[in-house]
């Protein structure tokens, strides 16, 4: 079974090639610019990360300056004389009022402003276990909404001041209530405990720095992020200390990868499909701060450019559809007309009118090509028809001249069967033979005979020339029983022979001698004809003569015929060719294929 493969494209129309053609010229150009649009989505996502990962950790570091501003600030009133002299065991209650109002004073008079109005408040609470200090306010007491100091002793003590005592004097963020009203939401402060310089370990109280929040998101403020964008400052746990986007004490959600590691700091950016996180943090305070920035509006204006490139490509594709109509037009129309006139025209059919008149590109070659290879081929056909015609003519006209021959050959029979009625004779006997030669001439219409058949022709023509002309040179045939078999063009020995009487034994008389002999060689069947004639003889003009195309100006046409015949019918290989015979004469030497009769 064979397998036959073919190229799908090999059964495809031109049109639907062309269209595919088509498509596959348009849509690389919308795959790229879909591809272009996401790299630079993507160029640009990195880009602005890397930036802003900069921007993060420069307002992580002026955060930390403000930080460090208020702890130097806490520094200062932990070591005045006014915060350390609030020692309950000492003084009487005139000097402990006068202590207490600078003290509360000094706080009141380091609080920061901030925008809106609002300040950084510190308050000082100081542990007072024998409650000497009862005309002071307490922490349960709201009435101060600019810092200032508390006592509490154990009894009143708030919840968080043993959180803060343990942290031994080491300063750190907490969210609290507000310490100046209970109506305001929660604020982050900054806390740490105060001990007594002169004693040691002594418990002076705890110092609060309330609104830290309002002051971190001040420094927010100053970083320009995107429409909509936000900053928050939370802990390791996620929960928001600061925020320019809303309240803290909220638990952030974060991506996976925002997670911070145990690096003293780090850096990291995260993008997602609908935000870019970068995020700073610190390992010893515990802090990171993240810019979350919405990618719809810091795409917006790349956005505007795909819309641009977009509008570009539609456009591209509508020309393109132009073109393809002008092109379809111009070019496929005409090529559906001409393969219909292929497919309907019928040889010897009139040819239409070229519809491609007046166009001298390479459609209009190939139409005209194509209607004037149909005419010729009707020329052509009408003109074989007419050779036909006269080909019948030309052989009727041969069938009726092979009429004679055949008329001549058979009353030459008749004529020798009467005469040999009337007694033998030699007139009968060349009648004779010269009937065989007529019969073996005509063979039939056909070209190649057989030896056996070619050497009675010759032997004819040799006793009849023998008679005739009287000659007395002896023939001796000398021929293998395996070539009688064998295919030879007519007429082939017999014009050897001739130029052998002629132009060799013909006045030798009794002297002369012709042999014809045939062998079976290894290069093929061989035919010499040889005599002993006396004349000297040019074999290199024979040997031209035997090799010229065409006609001779010269003699020879017997020969020549001979050489032709033999190399039309079997090849170049094959042929006659003359040398001179050991001893004196001449030998003519055919050499023939072996090519037995069927």
Not at 78 to 86: A, C, G, N, P
Not at 248 to 256: A, N
Not at 466 to 489: C, H, M
Not at 502 to 531: T, Y
């Amino acid at each position: 079974m064979k397998l036959h493969l073919t190229n799908p494209l090999t059964r495809m129309k031109v049109k639907q090639q062309l269209i595919l053609l088509f498509l596959l010229l348009v849509s690389p150009v919308f795959a790229l610019n879909w591809y272009a649009n996401v790299k630079a989505e993507e160029i640009l996502k990195q880009h602005v990360t890397s930036a802003y990962a900069e921007l993060n950790k420069q307002n992580l570091s002026l955060m930390n300056r403000d930080m460090d501003t208020v702890n130097r600030v806490m520094t200062t009133l932990i070591q005045h004389t006014l915060i350390q002299s609030l020692n309950p065991m000492s003084g009487d209650t005139a000097d402990r009022v006068r202590q207490y109002a600078d003290a509360d004073k000094l706080l009141s008079s380091y609080s920061m402003g901030v925008n809106g109005g609002e300040a950084v408040y510190y308050y000082l609470y100081a542990y007072d276990p024998n409650n000497r200090y009862n005309f002071a306010p307490t922490p349960s007491s709201k009435f101060k909404a600019v810092g200032g100091v508390y006592f509490y002793n154990d009894k009143q003590k708030p919840e968080w001041i043993d959180e803060i005592l343990s942290k031994h004097g080491k300063g750190y963020l907490r969210i609290m209530k507000d310490l100046g009203s209970s109506s305001r939401p929660d604020t982050l402060a900054y806390v740490r405990a105060v001990y007594s310089t002169s004693q040691g370990n002594e418990v002076v109280g705890v110092l609060v720095a309330t609104n830290i929040n309002r002051k971190l998101v001040e420094s927010m403020r100053s970083v320009s992020l995107p429409d909509k964008g936000e900053i928050y400052l939370t802990d390791y746990g996620d929960r928001v200390l600061a925020s320019s986007a809303g309240p803290i004490g909220d638990r952030l959600q974060l991506p996976e990868q925002l997670r911070a590691g145990d690096d003293v700091e780090g850096l990291t950016g995260v993008i997602t499909d609908g935000y870019i996180y970068v995020q700073s943090y610190q390992y010893l305070t515990q802090q990171k701060l993240i810019y979350k920035i919405p990618t719809r509006s810091l795409l917006q204006q790349q956005n505007e450019l795909k819309f641009v490139i977009q509008l570009i490509s539609i456009v591209y594709f509508v020309f393109c559809i132009i073109v393809m109509a002008y092109f379809w037009r111009s070019l496929l129309t005409p090529l559906q007309r001409l393969a219909v006139f292929t497919r309907s025209y019928v040889p010897g059919k009139k040819v239409p009118e070229q519809p491609a008149e007046g166009r001298n590109d390479e459609v209009g070659v190939l139409m005209h090509s194509v209607y004037g290879m149909a005419g010729r081929l009707n020329s052509l056909i009408e003109d074989r028809y007419l050779l036909e015609i006269k080909q019948k003519e030309a052989q009727l006209q041969l069938l009726y001249q092979q009429i004679n021959p055949h008329l001549l050959y058979n009353t030459l029979e008749s004529i020798y069967w009467k005469s040999t009625l009337e007694g033998p004779s030699e007139s009968g006997e060349m009648i004779k033979e010269l009937a065989q030669l007529m019969r073996i001439g005509l063979s039939r219409g056909r070209d190649l005979i057989t030896l056996e058949e070619e050497l009675a022709h010759a032997k004819a023509y040799t006793s009849l020339q023998q008679k005739r002309y009287e000659y007395g040179f002896a023939v001796s045939w000398d021929i293998e029983d395996e070539t009688l078999a064998n295919l030879i063009p007519k007429i082939t020995i017999q014009p050897l022979i001739e130029n052998a009487i002629i132009h060799g034994v013909r006045n030798m008389g009794e002297d002369g001698e012709i042999a014809v002999s045939a062998r079976l060689e290894p290069r093929g069947v061989v035919i010499r004809v040889e005599d002993n004639g006396y004349k000297e003889t040019d074999y290199e003009a024979i040997g031209r003569l035997l090799d010229t195309e065409g006609e001779s100006p010269g003699g020879g046409y017997g020969i020549r015929n001979v050489q032709q015949r033999i190399r039309l019918q079997f090849g170049p290989d094959y042929g006659l060719a003359y040398r001179a015979r050991e001893g004196g004469g001449t030998v003519a030497e055919v050499i023939l294929p072996i090519q037995r009769q069927e």
